[in-house]
């Protein structure tokens, strides 16, 4: 950690922002569980609420004020989403400013999606077990086709053009790559797979396989290879047990994501980290606000509490995150799950025994 990591202030801020739709549900739940973890553990974590969301754009006009990014930036140690989304804001737009914003602007370029399997019972595909389904995506954050650089000409018109344009650049390439190769020697995995469309994107992912073989080779140990992402999709669903790191760009990483959801059990039950190495980070459940769901005690809460469990080793305290991710695979061992995992359980009851679970230590095998 640096001098100016934020991570090393006290008490660690933890900016709260449970967005949209079932983001609010899941938030609170996973609020229950951090806060039974800071309990616990006695934690220095001082939580500070935010309600910038769809309502409040709608009511302001504001989806974030002047100075809040920097705010975040410079005086808290890691922010905490539900989820962005809302039909009556149909471009998105606060959520390009709060979401797309935190990750661009605080330069987040790590998008870590563990993909786990915590029973068999849940994976959709015949035959497949825990051990089958245990790999993690790293996912470009801050390039790609996510940076909005295009336009129209004679916009809705029979004769529109569309233009988007994806970009990728050396120093981006290179340190989700490197990043992706460190982890994996950091946790003892022994291979790397990186996942473009070179073949038919000759000049951005072809800067992706010449800089991806370039660092393979400062890390000897770690087998290196490449599926076109097409091949890699088949790939997941027929043997998801050859894969335990896959490195890929940002929209990639967005797709295969949600298939290896699927895998282990669906998108309730996944969670992500939005991380730069030494400054703050930003940590939230894979799925979306789900507004269907929203309110109604159906939104599985464990992918959120998931992600407080990576925010909990982020913030350097790998006890309790180990304590929470134990909480949460012991609750689906015993079918204590929303209906999702093929329980019966209510998103507050399901957090409410998370919580539980982890204050009592039992979930830390105690
Ligand atoms: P979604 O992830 O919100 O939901 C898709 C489906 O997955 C749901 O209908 C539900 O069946 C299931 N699901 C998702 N989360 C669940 C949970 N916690 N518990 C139980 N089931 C769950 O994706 P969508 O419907 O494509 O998008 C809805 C909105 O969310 C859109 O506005 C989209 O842009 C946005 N979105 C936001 C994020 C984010 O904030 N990170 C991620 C994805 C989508
Ligand atoms: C995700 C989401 C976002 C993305 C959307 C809501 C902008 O799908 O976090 O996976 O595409 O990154
Ligand atoms: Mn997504």
Same mark, same amino acid.
């Given at each position: 950690?640096?001098?100016?990591? =934020?991570?090393?202030?006290?008490?660690?801020?933890?900016?709260?922002? =449970?967005?949209?739709?079932?983001?609010?549900?899941?938030?609170?739940?996973?609020?229950?569980? /951090?806060?039974?973890?800071?309990? +616990?553990?006695?934690?220095?974590?001082?939580?500070?609420?935010?309600?910038?969301?769809?309502?409040?754009?709608?009511?302001?006009?504001?989806?974030?004020?002047?100075?809040?990014?920097?705010?975040?930036?410079?005086?808290?140690?890691?922010?905490?989403?539900?989820?962005?989304?809302?039909?009556?804001?149909?471009?998105?737009?606060?959520?390009?400013?709060?979401?797309?914003?935190?990750?661009? #602007?605080?330069?987040?370029?790590?998008?870590? +999606?563990?993909? !786990?399997?915590?029973?068999?019972?849940?994976?959709?595909?015949?035959?497949?077990?825990?051990?089958?389904?245990?790999?993690?995506?790293?996912?470009?954050?801050?390039?790609?086709?996510?940076?909005?650089?295009?336009?129209?000409?004679?916009?809705?018109?029979?004769?529109?053009?569309?233009?988007?344009?994806?970009?990728?650049? +050396?120093?981006?390439?290179?340190?989700?790559?490197?990043?992706?190769?460190?982890?994996? #020697?950091?946790?003892?995995?022994? !291979?790397?797979?990186?996942?473009?469309?070179? %073949?038919?994107? +000759?000049?951005?992912?072809?800067?992706?396989?010449?800089?991806?073989?370039?660092?393979?080779?400062?890390?000897?140990?770690?087998?290196?290879?490449?599926?076109?992402?097409?091949?890699?999709?088949? #790939?997941?669903?027929?043997? =998801?047990?050859?894969?335990?790191?896959?490195?890929?760009?940002?929209?990639?990483?967005?797709?295969?994501?949600?298939?290896?959801?699927? @895998? #282990?059990?669906?998108?309730? $039950?996944?969670?992500?980290?939005?991380?730069?190495?030494?400054?703050?980070?930003?940590?939230?459940?894979?799925?979306?606000?789900?507004?269907?769901? &929203?309110?109604?005690?159906? &939104? %599985?809460?464990?992918? &959120? $509490?998931?992600?407080?469990? /990576?925010? /909990?080793?982020?913030?350097?305290?790998?006890?309790?995150?180990? &304590?929470?991710?134990?909480?949460?695979?012991?609750?689906?061992?015993?079918?204590?799950?929303?209906?999702?995992?093929?329980?019966? @359980?209510?998103?507050?009851?399901?957090?409410?025994?998370?919580?539980?679970?982890?204050?009592?230590?039992?979930?830390?095998?105690?």
């Amino acid at each position: 950690m640096s001098a100016t990591d =934020p991570r090393l202030h006290r008490p660690q801020r933890i900016a709260i922002l =449970p967005g949209d739709g079932i983001g609010r549900d899941v938030t609170a739940e996973a609020l229950k569980v /951090l806060e039974a973890a800071a309990e +616990r553990w006695s934690l220095p974590l001082e939580l500070v609420h935010f309600p910038y969301s769809a309502d409040h754009y709608l009511e302001t006009g504001i989806s974030l004020p002047p100075g809040q990014m920097e705010e975040f930036r410079d005086r808290f140690a890691a922010i905490f989403i539900g989820a962005y989304g809302d039909p009556r804001i149909p471009d998105m737009r606060h959520a390009a400013d709060i979401l797309l914003g935190i990750r661009f #602007q605080l330069d987040l370029y790590v998008n870590f +999606r563990p993909c !786990k399997l915590y029973d068999a019972r849940l994976c959709p595909l015949a035959g497949k077990s825990e051990k089958d389904v245990d790999f993690v995506v790293f996912r470009e954050n801050t390039e790609g086709a996510y940076v909005g650089i295009g336009g129209n000409f004679k916009k809705g018109t029979p004769d529109e053009v569309a233009v988007q344009e994806e970009i990728h650049t +050396r120093k981006g390439v290179e340190r989700i790559v490197r990043a992706a190769f460190e982890w994996a #020697q950091a946790h003892g995995r022994g !291979k790397v797979l990186m996942a473009d469309k070179s %073949n038919v994107m +000759r000049y951005g992912h072809d800067l992706w396989q010449r800089v991806f073989f370039e660092v393979a080779g400062e890390y000897g140990g770690i087998a290196a290879s490449h599926m076109y992402v097409d091949a890699l999709c088949m #790939q997941m669903v027929k043997a =998801p047990e050859q894969f335990e790191v896959i490195v890929t760009n940002n929209m990639f990483g967005d797709i295969v994501t949600d298939l290896g959801a699927a @895998l #282990q059990g669906g998108l309730g $039950v996944a969670g992500s980290a939005n991380v730069h190495p030494g400054r703050v980070s930003m940590f939230e459940p894979v799925h979306g606000s789900a507004p269907k769901y &929203a309110g109604t005690g159906r &939104a %599985n809460p464990m992918g &959120a $509490v998931l992600s407080t469990a /990576l925010m /909990l080793d982020e913030l350097g305290h790998g006890e309790a995150a180990s &304590a929470v991710e134990a909480a949460v695979a012991m609750a689906i061992r015993a079918g204590e799950t929303t209906r999702d995992l093929g329980g019966s @359980l209510s998103t507050s009851e399901v957090g409410d025994r998370l919580a539980r679970a982890v204050a009592a230590g039992a979930a830390a095998g105690r």
